[in-house]
């Protein structure tokens, strides 16, 4: 059974950093394409980040090198790296299987939660 869980997420002040992880389980993550969502407040859901099968790393806009997403084989568990956080990222954010752009369908876990005060 595929599963995905989240955690790391937390309280951070503003110009922190904070490293989440998506823990695998049914699958091996790094033989498929695997991504991060998030969802703000009052926003909707969108697209952080994502890292293919050959391990290129693709991110939104927002980011702007902010952000870093590895995964280990070994562990079976994918990573965010954020840095320079502000008020602006404080999100729900979740780990994606098969992951659509657009539709935005696909395997999501249930979440961690990142907030940044100032």
């Known amino acids: 059974e595929v599963q995905l869980m989240e955690s790391g997420g937390g309280s951070v002040q503003a110009g922190g950093s904070l490293k989440i992880t998506c823990k695998a389980s049914?699958?091996?993550?790094?033989?498929?394409?695997m991504n991060w969502a998030r969802e703000r407040p009052g926003k909707g859901r969108e697209w952080v980040g994502g890292?293919?099968?050959?391990?290129?790393?693709y991110y939104a806009e927002f980011v702007q090198g902010r952000f870093d997403i590895s995964r280990d084989f070994h562990k079976n568990e994918m990573y965010l790296q954020m840095t320079g956080l502000t008020t602006e990222d404080s999100a729900m954010y979740f780990c994606?299987?098969?992951?659509?752009?657009?539709?935005?369908?696909?395997?999501w876990g249930p979440g961690t939660q990142v907030t940044v005060s100032s």
């Open positions: 890292i293919n099968m050959a391990g290129g790393k």
């Open positions: 049914g699958f091996p993550i790094t033989g498929v394409a």
């Open positions: 994606v299987k098969e992951y659509t752009m657009g539709t935005m369908r696909g395997i």
